[in-house]
């Protein structure tokens, strides 16, 4: 078992999630940590032989980064910004290796300007869009494609009927995994530049 596994409880995640949701419910947007079973599909949507970076984009108790671990990325790999200072402590202690930035997705220029010399392989993002202003998510999304390799997806979750933007540029959604066994179900959409 990893030490990022021992050191977490269910129930101290959900406290921490549910103290989160509390604090900012338009920043946390879910009533629960997203499940082992999303966050494999999620994961699943990531080459680990790619090269270059990883990028997640607010991994709340690090859920996901442990599927995006479990899936061969190496923690060196990995760069997430979590915007909740609270979460940004409790995944640099679970994830070392990986480099966690406590920073602002919404300013991603600004947030990753000593983090990443090279394109990302893939961006994970766990930000609520659909809590979000259209031009804020379409902003977003777009400044991530700009961070992508060419062809590298752009995996976002959510837990609406429709993609949070359909279309960004040349860029489309397009459904990569629908997940029953979350609370709520959610879709995973994947946006690639062509």
């Known amino acids: 078992m990893n030490l990022a596994a021992q050191s977490r409880t269910p129930l101290s995640d959900q406290l921490r999630f549910l103290r989160g949701l509390v604090q900012s419910p338009r920043g946390v947007g879910a009533i ?22 990883v990028l997640e984009l ?18 060196e790999r990995l760069v997430a910004i979590e915007y909740d200072a609270d979460f940004a402590r409790l995944l640099t202690s679970r994830f070392p290796a990986a480099k ?14 000593h983090a990443a010399d090279r394109p990302f392989s893939a961006i994970v993002s766990g930000i609520p869009l659909l809590n979000q202003p259209m ?33 960004v540029g040349q860029a489309f959604a397009q459904r990569a995994a629908f997940v029953w066994r979350n609370l709520p179900p959610a879709r995973v959409w994947v946006y690639r530049q062509p």
């Open 58 to 75: 607010g991994p709340g108790t690090g859920v996901v980064t442990e599927a995006i671990l479990a899936r061969g990325i190496l923690p």
């Open 135 to 167: 031009e804020r998510r379409t902003a977003l999304v777009a400044g991530a494609l700009q961070k992508l390799a060419p062809g590298a997806p752009f995996i976002q979750f959510s837990y609406g009927l429709h993609p949070p933007i359909d279309r």
């Open 100 to 113: 966690i930035i406590r920073g602002d997705a919404f300013a991603l220029d600004d947030t990753l300007r």
């Open 32 to 53: 629960a940590p997203s499940s082992p079973a999303l966050a494999r599909a999620i994961a699943a949507q990531i080459d680990p032989l790619r090269e270059g970076p």
